[in-house]
Each structure stands twice: as structure tokens, then as C-alpha cells.
């Protein structure tokens, strides 16, 4: 991957975006099965990435990514920030290894894996990675952007029906059933945002 400016700032002003948003919703989601931070918490990631993007955009993408990835380490604070960084870290990671790769699916996978483990979780325990699982897929089935962001809210809306086994969620057993998980809510809106900005700089 290599330097592209354009790429790295419209992603950053994108996410930037959907979550100042959607930062009240994201607090209301997690109000009702959390403490109520994760659109804060969120919000507060994207502006430090956004106060950094001049920087970023400057690095190649993979190490944009790697860079970005710590920053939300640092700044998101909540369970959320070391579980998006190590996504973006990994995905760095494996791409600065090997930067003629060409299958991001694979990438995408392994990134995915390394958020699981880092969170000691697996898909259907009503996290994030509900969502992040089934984009994956689509993305290794070449799915076109706006259909692999619909995926994601439609993956987003199936965590209503789970029960929580991570996160501060779980303490609440069947409580936690009825309702959307904010991390998969972001991560919805997130790809969503991701997916609009490489439709119209790659439209297939
Ligand atoms: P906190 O729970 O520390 O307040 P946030 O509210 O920012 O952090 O983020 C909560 C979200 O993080 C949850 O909705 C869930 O999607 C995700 N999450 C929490 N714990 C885990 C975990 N162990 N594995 C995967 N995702 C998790
Ligand atoms: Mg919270």
C-alpha cells in the first residue's frame, strides 16, 4: 500500500464524522447495557486522529493505519479503544510486511483475529466483532461497498437478539437481550463511512 493522502484523509474526515453524528446515540446505546461512554469514548478517538491527520497523511497507508491504530489505544479509554487499535495495528502491521499483498480479505481476517484474542472474545458474543466477522466475509466475497455496508447494519441489528458474553454488557445475563450492542453499532457506522469513501474513490 502505498502513500495516498487523499485515501488516508477522506477515511479519517469520514469516521470523523458518523461518530460526532452519532455520538448521542452511541451514549444512549450504552446506557441502556453499559455505562453510557461508548459514543464519548468514540468521539474522542476520532478528533485525536483528526487533530493528527496531517501527519497521517503523509505516512504510507499501512503505517497511517499502524499510527492511527495506537492513537485510539490511547485515547478512546474505553474497552473499545485497545479492541479498534489492535484492528488497525494488525492491519498495518501485516501490510508493511508485505505491501505487495493483494488480499485484503485475508488481511482483514487475521486483523479480526488478533481483536478476538485481544478481547478474549469470538463472534456471537455480542461485541463488535458480530459485525466486524460478517463484513469480513463480505469483503472476501468481493461484495460491492454499499451492500458490504448494509451487511453491517443488518449485523449490527442481529446483536439485539443475543445475550452478552463480554464486555460490561454480561453482567446484565438475558438483560442484555433487546438490545443493540454499541460496539457493533459503531462498527456498523463506521464501515458504512469507510465503505462510502472507497465507493467514490474506487466505484466499481
Ligand atoms: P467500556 O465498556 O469500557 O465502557 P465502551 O463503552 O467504549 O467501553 O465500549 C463498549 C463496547 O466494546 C461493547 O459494546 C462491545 O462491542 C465492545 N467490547 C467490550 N468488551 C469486549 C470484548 N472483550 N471483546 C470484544 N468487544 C468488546
Ligand atoms: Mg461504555
Not at 174 to 190: E, F, T
Amino acid at each position: 500500500m502505498r502513500q495516498q493522502p487523499h485515501l488516508v484523509s477522506g477515511l479519517i474526515d469520514a469516521c470523523r464524522a458518523a461518530i460526532a453524528a452519532n455520538a448521542d446515540y452511541l451514549c444512549e446505546l450504552d446506557r441502556m447495557i453499559g455505562d453510557g461512554d461508548h459514543g464519548t469514548n468514540m468521539r474522542r478517538g476520532c478528533e485525536a486522529v483528526y487533530a493528527d491527520r496531517e501527519a497521517l497523511a503523509l505516512l504510507p497507508v499501512a503505517e497511517a493505519l499502524e499510527r492511527a491504530g495506537r492513537i485510539l489505544v490511547a485515547s478512546i479509554g474505553g474497552a473499545a479503544g485497545p479492541l479498534y487499535g489492535t484492528l488497525l495495528i494488525e492491519i498495518g502491521r501485516q501490510s508493511a510486511a508485505d505491501p505487495e499483498a493483494d488480499d485484503f480479505a485475508a488481511v482483514l481476517k487475521n486483523a479480526i483475529d488478533a481483536v478476538a484474542r485481544r478481547g478474549r472474545s469470538e463472534a456471537g458474543c455480542k461485541t463488535l466483532l458480530d459485525v466486524l466477522y460478517p463484513v469480513q466475509t463480505e469483503v472476501a466475497r468481493h461484495t460491492a461497498y454499499a451492500a458490504i455496508a448494509l451487511e453491517a447494519e443488518r449485523a449490527a441489528a442481529a446483536t439485539v437478539a443475543m445475550k452478552a458474553l463480554r464486555g460490561r454488557a454480561k453482567f446484565l445475563g438475558d438483560r442484555s437481550i433487546g438490545h443493540i450492542d454499541p460496539g457493533a453499532s459503531s462498527c456498523a457506522l463506521l464501515t458504512g463511512a469507510i465503505c462510502a469513501v472507497l465507493k467514490e474513490q474506487h466505484p466499481v
